[in-house]
């Protein structure tokens, strides 16, 4: 997973990586607010999530300690990063910087 992560923050669309758990209440928030950004930046930017206890490897890597935890990269670097639920405005307001 850590190569396919690798090339895909590569990309030259803005990637928004959420590092979620499922045992996470604050992350199922978080989930219909990336929902209701991927709808307002459709093809623009790409939204993938990673669960921190499936690829604990990765999350270690970017030094995630909390979740929910957003990262957003382009072409392989780190633009944002930010701990906690952010609103659907700020956030699309935020990826849409990048595109």
Known sequence: MSAKFNELIQSERPVLVDFFATWC??????????????????????????????????????????????????????????SGVMDVNSLTAELKKHI
Not at 35 to 44: D, I
Not at 67 to 78: A, M, Q, R, S, Y
């Open 25 to 82: 209440q604050p992350c199922k928030v978080m989930s219909s607010v990336l929902n209701t950004v991927k709808r307002n930046v459709e093809e623009e930017a790409r939204i993938v999530k990673i669960d921190i206890d499936q690829y604990q490897a990765i999350a270690a890597e970017y030094g995630v300690r909390s979740v929910p935890t957003l990262l957003i990269f382009k072409k392989g670097e780190l633009l944002f990063r930010q």
